[in-house]
């Protein structure tokens, strides 16, 4: 069982940062690879990454690629993602998620494919 705190949102004008942080309870957490997703209002769930266990596979989506990164300490328990240069678009509740395995970028982008989820965190960006 893994549970899932997301942290770090908030309201940032266009063009600033966030970091979002994601802490994972558990010893096990080196174990599985990690997810960041958002939901903006009236949208369906959209897979913004994901980072594999150890750090060292990384997939980012398209329409966050350049602006966004994800990083992980494992030591920390926490995933994170970086978000620079936000757009309004990029308004939305951003959740993490986690799943013991890496699969392809498709088949990680399917909301069922993780096991476990955050509650979410609120980004505002104001233009």
């Known amino acids: 069982q893994v549970q899932l705190v997301e942290s770090g949102g908030g309201l940032v004008q266009a063009g600033g940062s966030l970091r979002l942080s994601c802490a994972a309870s558990?010893?096990?957490?080196?174990?599985?690879?990690m997810g960041w997703f958002r939901q903006a209002p009236g949208k369906e769930r959209e897979f913004v990454g994901a980072?594999?266990?150890?750090?060292?596979?990384?997939y980012t989506a398209d329409s966050v690629k350049g602006r966004f990164t994800i990083s992980r300490d494992n030591t920390k328990n926490t995933v994170y993602l970086q978000m620079n240069s936000l757009k309004s678009e990029d308004t939305a509740v951003y959740y993490c998620?986690?799943?013991?395995?890496?699969?392809?970028?498709?088949?990680?982008?399917?909301?069922?494919?993780?096991?476990?989820w955050g509650q979410g965190t609120q980004v505002t960006v104001s233009s």
């Open positions: 980072i594999g266990r150890s750090g060292g596979s990384i």
């Open positions: 998620a986690a799943d013991r395995y890496w699969g392809t970028a498709q088949a990680m982008g399917v909301i069922g494919y993780w096991d476990y």
């Open positions: 558990g010893r096990t957490f080196s174990t599985y690879a």
